[in-house]
């Protein structure tokens, strides 16, 4: 038997950092960037349990974290303009493809991607970005490579306050450049 108690705001135990409120955006490292929608607190098989309710708007999906599992989740808050504005400096750097193959590339760029961090996510826009006088990318190539940008689109709007249509324009023209 499931009993909801509706509260507004949780602080999980172990860090000041995860704290959030109802309105609040974050990022859960495997989705990207999603909003909670609400904190609530759950009876589930005789004990009671803090949660908090992440929509994600895009995939159409409601994630319940427990509070005391946010830390090893790795549900966070949007990253800062500065963190936004290195992720920016990574994305205009020189691309570092390995001479690997490409499964233990692809393993490694899904690693960053789900890592959730921006600087790691723009490395792999950087490597994967193909110009128009570059050869096509495979199949895979140009998946990975979508959802990294869309990613780092996701929180970049977030955290500007702007629209995903005008962050990724502004990433495609730094891309271009």
Known sequence: MVEKNIKKTS???????????????VVYPTHGVGQVIDV?????????I???VVRFERDRMILRVPVNKVINSG???????????????????????????????????????NSGDPISIAEVVRDLYRGDSQPEQSYS????YEQALERLVNEMAAV???????AAAKLEKLLGT
């Open 11 to 25: 602080k999980p135990n172990d860090s000041k950092d995860a704290f959030f409120t109802s309105g609040d955006f």
């Open 141 to 144: 190539e140009r998946q990975i």
């Open 50 to 52: 803090e949660l908090f």
């Open 75 to 113: 549900l966070r808050k949007l990253s800062t303009r500065k963190v936004i504005d290195q992720a920016i400096t990574t994305l205009q750097g020189r691309a570092k493809v390995k001479r690997t193959m490409w499964s233990r590339r692809a393993q490694e760029y899904e690693a960053k991607i």
């Open 160 to 166: 500007e306050k702007i629209r995903p249509e005008t």
């Open 40 to 48: 609530e607190a759950q009876r589930i098989g005789g004990e009671e």
